[in-house]
């Protein structure tokens, strides 16, 4: 089912020194670790830590993830990692990212609004539900409790 309506997460970070590069700016990979982290805290955030998921049987790998890169972010920049889920279907979620410079760490936001900041990378991830054996798992079956919190997350 396709989302018509966002609520988006945030996680702030500091750039740290080792995730820069020589040119003095945040090493391009590090954006999709940045990713997980916004992803793992949205899981969170809704009240179902990733490791409960595991402890369930099911893992939730990337199968496709894309980055379009605007400005880049530097050292000691304060960064927040916009997340929301863009998409929800029985084996598969797909998650959107905005990464954004902001002024100060922690400054105030109100959950599910619009991100703010200077935009620097925009991107997004796809994710299947599968077991230990790897075989697909609905999760709207298997996992109904998750299943709901993801949807009102996505605000359906």
């Known amino acids: 089912m396709e989302m018509s309506s966002y609520r988006w997460f945030r996680q702030q970070v500091r750039v740290r020194y080792e995730e820069t590069d020589q040119m003095g700016v945040v090493y391009h990979a590090n954006y999709l670790i940045w990713f997980e982290i916004g992803r793992t805290e949205l899981i969170r955030q809704i009240g179902y830590p990733y490791h409960r998921l595991e402890e369930q049987g099911m893992l939730l ?92 997350a996505a605000q359906l």
């Open 61 to 152: 790998p990337v199968v496709e993830a894309e980055l379009k890169y605007k400005r880049p972010a530097r050292y000691d920049d304060v960064i927040s990692i916009y997340t929301r889920i863009e998409t929800l279907k029985g084996i598969r979620i797909g998650m959107a990212y905005e990464i954004r410079r902001e002024e100060e760490l922690a400054a105030p936001w109100e959950e599910g609004s619009e991100p703010r900041g200077e935009l620097l990378v925009v991107g997004s991830t796809l994710h299947t539900f599968i077991n230990k054996d790897w075989k697909f798992v609905n999760a709207e079956k298997e996992a109904p409790e998750l299943w709901a919190r993801l949807r009102d």
